[in-house]
């Protein structure tokens, strides 16, 4: 069956400090793989997403890059803010051939940045 | 924002007694979903809905059932709940159902405690 697998954390950096969260996925076929985040005491936010081999999805600064041939996606932000301090998710969406496909999480990663 | 309401939004019960927490829609919205979310597992998908009527089970669908009589409200019904099921839920919607465009929002979530 499908999985993803991410680095738990937490992870904490200092502000500006260059981000990688690691994230490889097991699946059959081409999945689409998303990255959402989720701030305390909301829900998950869609964050970016990329649906095929070598696309790369970009959003608020954050990017990552679908690589088929290690089976990653890694998401990754040039300089963090404290505002990103989040718990974010890696997931993808596979192909079952039933009614719906629910997506498959990653554990999530706790981002701690500190000022 | 996507308008996905969920109530009640937290909840404290007894072990043995019946629980039921709604989803509510405004985006019309074919697909709808219900995870659980608890520490060390990330999201797991409970249950889900590709229209009215129409419900299928999920990865930990065991102690819970759903209904879905109109397109705007999904109900997930604990008939007898016990400790394990502690956690938060959430819903989340689709206009895709599946494959490479498969985007879900999620809606705030249900924080419930069975004691």
């Known amino acids: 069956g499908n999985s993803v697998t991410q680095m738990e954390g937490p992870v904490t950096l200092s502000e500006e400090a260059f981000l990688t969260i690691n994230c490889t996925y097991t699946?059959?076929?081409?999945?689409?793989l998303f990255w959402y985040v989720q701030y305390p005491g909301e829900g998950l936010q869609l964050l970016l997403k990329?649906?095929?081999?070598?696309d790369k999805g970009s959003n608020k600064g954050f990017e990552a890059t679908y690589r088929k041939e290690t089976t990653s996606f890694h998401l990754e932000k040039g300089s963090v803010q404290v505002s990103d301090s989040a718990v974010y998710f890696c997931a993808l969406s596979g192909f079952s051939g039933g009614g719906a496909d629910g997506l498959t999480f990653g554990k999530g990663t706790h981002l701690i940045i500190q000022p | 924002d996507a308008g996905i309401t969920q109530s009640p939004r937290h909840k404290v019960t007894e072990t043995g007694t019946p629980v039921t927490l709604r989803c509510h829609q405004t985006e019309n919205h074919r697909y709808m979903y219900w995870y659980r979310q608890d520490p060390g597992h990330g999201l797991r998908l409970i249950h889900y809905?590709?229209?009215?009527?129409?419900?299928d089970k999920g990865e930990v669908s065991d102690g819970y059932s759903v209904s879905r009589s109109k397109t705007e409200d999904f109900l997930l019904t604990l008939e007898s709940a016990t400790s394990s099921q502690t956690s938060v839920y959430f819903c989340?919607?689709?206009?895709?159902?599946?494959?490479?465009?498969?985007?879900?929002?999620f809606g705030p979530g249900t924080r419930l405690t069975v004691l």
């Open positions: 989340a919607i689709s206009s895709t159902g599946g494959g490479p465009y498969n985007e879900q929002f």
């Open positions: 809905s590709y229209g009215v009527k129409d419900t």
């Open positions: 699946a059959t076929g081409y999945p689409s």
């Open positions: 990329a649906t095929k081999a070598d």
